[in-house]
């Protein structure tokens, strides 16, 4: 995880002057936490559970507070199953969120991580209520070396171009295919209705094995709160976070977990077109650390 000019990782490390844990190592642990996105819940039940394991250790070591902390936000992360569900043939993937957050490029990365492990893929355009979008995830398909179903004229109704790629994907012996999704309507209840009918037309076919929301990292709480709609009413089953180039705003995986009940499946940390990783809690509470 490259860092930005403030991480996690690199407040921590320069937390401890002082040979040994005081009421000034505390505070600053707590700035470190706020600042990286950890939200004052997280934050203060994490603080309190380092008290207490400093305390019953009896250490004023600053090395150990440092992988008791390393520790608990691996058990915290760990609590989440991160594996992407796909044993079903075509196992179909649909993808959620608010425009502006990366959908797109997303479901391109994505493919081109699936298509690593010798998977064939469709995507298919049902984002058909934003033209550039069907040509943006066109672009995309093609750097990642997939195919794609396009709505046959501008304005198709999306269920109906889920329905014709989730088709293809049985006749064609597609393994996994990625439904792109509208991210703004006129009415949040349009769009969860849209969404719903687009589920509904797939499953007459092939269950839906995944629903995966993308948030955008860097707008933390804020993001969530954007999301709110499709957590309630998408039947999400994981979340990718993507644009979590550095580790400015890692707790924010932490606390996302715990506020939605919902695993982060997959990362994004870059613009590339393999910068899209499985999510692993000991690696990244290694990462966020140090």
Request: avoid cysteine; charge should be negative.
């Given at each position: 995880?490259?860092?930005?000019?403030?991480?996690?990782?690199?407040?921590?490390?320069?937390?401890?002057?002082?040979?040994?844990?005081?009421?000034?190592?505390?505070?600053?642990?707590?700035?470190?936490?706020?600042?990286?996105?950890?939200?004052?819940?997280?934050?203060?039940?994490?603080?309190?559970?380092l008290r207490a394991s400093?305390?019953?250790?009896?250490?004023?070591?600053?090395?150990?507070?440092?992988?008791?902390?390393?520790?608990?936000?691996?058990?915290?992360?760990?609590?989440?199953?991160?594996?992407?569900?796909?044993?079903?043939?075509?196992?179909?993937?649909?993808?959620?969120?608010?425009?502006?957050?990366?959908?797109?490029t997303t479901?391109?990365?994505?493919?081109?991580?699936?298509?690593?492990?010798?998977?064939?893929?469709?995507?298919?355009?049902?984002?058909?209520?934003?033209?550039?979008?069907?040509?943006?995830?066109?672009?995309?398909?093609?750097?990642?070396?997939?195919?794609?179903?396009?709505?046959?004229?501008?304005?198709?109704?999306?269920?109906?171009?889920?329905?014709?790629?989730?088709?293809?994907?049985?006749?064609?012996?597609?393994?996994?295919?990625?439904?792109?999704?509208?991210?703004?309507?006129?009415?949040?209840?349009?769009?969860?209705?849209?969404?719903?009918?687009?589920?509904?037309?797939?499953?007459?076919?092939?269950?839906?094995?995944?629903?995966?929301?993308?948030?955008?990292?860097?707008?933390?709480?804020?993001?969530?709160?954007?999301?709110?709609?499709?957590?309630?009413?998408?039947?999400?089953?994981?979340?990718?976070?993507?644009?979590?180039?550095?580790?400015?705003?890692?707790?924010?995986?932490?606390?996302?977990?715990?506020?939605?009940?919902?695993?982060?499946?997959?990362?994004?940390?870059?613009?590339?077109?393999?910068?899209?990783?499985?999510?692993?809690?000991?690696?990244?509470?290694?990462?966020?650390?140090?």
């Open positions: 995880m490259a860092e930005r000019s403030w991480s996690f990782a690199s407040a921590f490390r320069g937390m401890f002057s002082s040979p040994t844990i005081t009421e000034e190592t505390w505070d600053d642990l707590e700035t470190a936490l706020i600042t990286a996105d950890f939200g004052p819940d997280v934050t203060e039940a994490v603080l309190d559970e400093v305390a019953k250790f009896n250490t004023t070591d600053p090395a150990d507070l440092k992988r008791m902390l390393r520790e608990n936000i691996e058990e915290r992360l760990a609590k989440f199953d991160p594996t992407l569900h796909l044993s079903e043939r075509p196992a179909v993937i649909l993808v959620v969120g608010v425009n502006g957050v990366g959908k797109t479901i391109g990365k994505l493919a081109n991580y699936l298509r690593n492990f010798d998977k064939r893929i469709l995507i298919g355009a049902a984002d058909t209520f934003r033209a550039a979008a069907v040509e943006q995830l066109a672009t995309w398909a093609e750097r990642a070396k997939v195919e794609i179903v396009k709505p046959e004229q501008a304005g198709q109704d999306p269920a109906s171009v889920a329905f014709q790629t989730v088709e293809r994907a049985i006749r064609d012996g597609y393994e996994i295919v990625l439904v792109d999704t509208a991210g703004r309507l006129q009415t949040k209840g349009g769009l969860m209705d849209e969404l719903t009918k687009v589920k509904r037309v797939i499953e007459k076919q092939a269950p839906v094995a995944e629903v995966l929301l993308v948030l955008d990292a860097t707008t933390g709480q804020n993001g969530l709160a954007q999301a709110e709609a499709f957590i309630e009413h998408a039947g999400v089953s994981g979340l990718v976070l993507t644009k979590l180039d550095g580790s400015a705003k890692g707790g924010f995986v932490l606390s996302v977990q715990e506020k939605t009940g919902l695993p982060i499946k997959l990362i994004g940390q870059g613009e590339g077109i393999s910068d899209l990783t499985g999510f692993t809690p000991h690696v990244f509470a290694q990462q966020l650390v140090g």
